[in-house]
């Protein structure tokens, strides 16, 4: 997922390739760090494209996802 600007597109391409729901990762996001994202609000997020990275940061590691940034060469 090179050069991808749309978190939207990321979010529902790793729910594919992990066969979850973005209901599913809300499920393991609020067990795993004890919150109350509700799907509709996490879906207002994703469609303004306006979520926040420590909350994306969570949200992939309760997948066991990681970002990685790196210098372009």
Same mark, same amino acid.
């Not at 600007?5 to 609020?30: F, M, P, S």
């Not at 509709?40 to 997948?63: G, P, R, Y």
């Given at each position: 997922?090179?050069?991808?600007?749309?978190?939207?597109?990321?979010?529902?391409?790793?729910?594919?390739? #992990?066969?979850?729901?973005?209901?599913? &990762?809300?499920?393991?996001?609020? =067990?795993?760090?004890?919150?109350?994202? *509700? #799907?509709?609000?996490?879906?207002?997020? &994703?469609?303004?494209?306006?979520? =926040?990275?420590?909350?994306?940061?969570? *949200?992939?590691?309760?997948?066991?996802?990681?970002?990685?940034?790196?210098?372009?060469?």
């Amino acid at each position: 997922m090179e050069n991808v600007k749309d978190i939207k597109k990321v979010i529902i391409d790793i729910c594919y390739q #992990e066969g979850i729901t973005r209901r599913d &990762l809300i499920a393991v996001y609020n =067990k795993k760090y004890n919150k109350n994202l *509700l #799907e509709q609000t996490f879906t207002k997020t &994703l469609s303004n494209n306006n979520i =926040k990275f420590n909350m994306l940061v969570d *949200l992939l590691d309760s997948i066991g996802y990681t970002i990685d940034i790196r210098k372009k060469l």
